[in-house]
């Protein structure tokens, strides 16, 4: 009920393509879900975050989309880049909380 | 603004000695979170603060682990009795208020001989 379920484990796109990284969920108490970026030996950075009252929500090159009947939620990198290559968690807060539960991360490998 | 800041970064002990760790969160920040994060997964909360206040505890957070955060500014995650399961990357994060994004350290990595 607490999970969040990321797909795929890993990801290798070629530099100037999109990269799409998966998320699923039961819980429907979630209102709220960020995307982090993380790379080696540093901390997750913040990204992009949706709330469920909204479908898309879109920063730059990256675009989070929501579908809130399927419990799903999709990260999108558009033009990916070397620059980009990282590992990628998505998370979900239930309302009332604060605590965080991230997916089990998607490590996108973008080739020049 | 200056990050979260921790310290040490990383920290190599022998299984049964205790450690402690130091996160100074962003200034002003009341909320400090504190997570752990092992190899190949996402992090895992374990507790946080509301100034001073301890308000959630995961089930994580075993009768060895102690985290404090006395005067509502910089907090400690203390780990007594290590043992090789503690190994991992512990991560402090901080936001302005209940609902506001959470920004990360860099986090302390740490291992048991």
């Known amino acids: 009920q607490q999970q969040v379920k990321q797909s795929p484990q890993s990801l290798i796109v070629q530099k100037g393509g999109i990269s799409i990284i998966n998320c699923a969920y039961e819980?429907?108490?979630?209102?709220?879900f960020p995307w982090y970026q993380q790379f080696p030996g540093k901390g997750p950075a913040l990204l992009i975050a949706?709330?469920?009252?909204?479908s898309e929500k879109k920063e730059g090159r990256f675009t989070i989309s929501f579908n809130k009947s399927a419990k799903q939620f999709s990260l999108h990198i558009m033009d990916s880049q070397p620059g980009d290559s990282a590992t990628y968690f998505c998370?979900?807060?239930?309302?009332?909380?604060?605590?965080?539960?991230f997916g089990k991360g998607t490590k996108l490998t973008v080739n020049p | 603004d200056t990050g979260v800041s921790q310290d040490p970064r990383h920290k190599i002990t022998k299984r049964g000695q205790n450690v402690t760790f130091r996160c100074d969160p962003i200034?002003?920040?009341?909320?400090l979170y504190w997570y752990r994060q092992t190899l190949g997964q996402g992090p895992e909360f374990l507790t946080y603060?509301?100034?001073?206040?301890?308000?959630?505890k995961s089930r994580l957070l075993s009768d060895r682990f102690s985290a404090e955060r006395p005067k509502g500014s910089f907090s400690t995650l203390e780990i007594q009795r290590t043992e090789q399961g503690d190994s991992a990357m512990y991560l402090c994060?901080?936001?302005?208020?209940?609902?506001?994004?959470?920004?990360f350290g860099d986090g302390t990595r740490l291992s048991i001989l």
């Open positions: 994060a901080s936001s302005l208020l209940a609902n506001q994004p959470q920004h």
């Open positions: 819980n429907t108490a979630f209102d709220y």
């Open positions: 949706i709330r469920p009252d909204v």
């Open positions: 998370a979900a807060r239930i309302g009332g909380s604060e605590k965080l539960v």
């Open positions: 200034s002003e920040h009341n909320r």
């Open positions: 603060f509301q100034n001073e206040a301890q308000l959630e």
